[in-house]
Nanobody
Framework: QVHLVESGGGLVQPGGSLRLSCAAS????????MSWYRQTPGKEREMVAV????????NYLDSVKGRFTISRHNAKNSVYLEMNSLKPEDTAVYYC?????????WGQGTQVTVSS
């Protein structure tokens, strides 16, 4: 059974940094592209960053380019999101996503709040 568990969220001041983690289980992690999404109330969930299975190719939401970095450790079945220079508009619940077989799976999310 596929499980995704995010951690690392919290309250941070503008300009600060956070590192989110997503621990995966129940599938062959190294063969699956992994993504981070975020959602705020009243808005659709948006893709923040994606990493190919080997981690060699990544893609980012324009508004986070140069500030966020997605990485993965296939031996630890984990994907990370390093977030720097955080802004209040980055406040959201952050989710990791995996597409396994014919469907996608989501974690429960972790809240990130950027506020002074």
């Amino acid at each position: 059974q596929v499980h995704l568990v995010e951690s690392g969220g919290g309250l941070v001041q503008p300009g600060g940094s956070l590192r989110l983690s997503c621990a995966a289980s129940g599938f062959t992690f190294s063969s699956v592209p992994m993504s981070w999404y975020r959602q705020t109330p009243g808005k659709e969930r948006e893709m923040v960053a994606v990493s190919t299975s080997a981690g060699g190719n990544t893609n980012y939401l324009d508004s986070v380019k140069g500030r966020f970095t997605i990485s993965r450790h296939n031996a630890k079945n984990s994907v990370y999101l390093e977030m720097n220079s955080l802004k209040p508009e980055d406040t959201a619940v952050y989710y990791c996503r995996a597409w396994v077989g014919i469907r996608d799976y989501w974690g429960q999310g972790t809240q990130v709040t950027v506020s002074s």
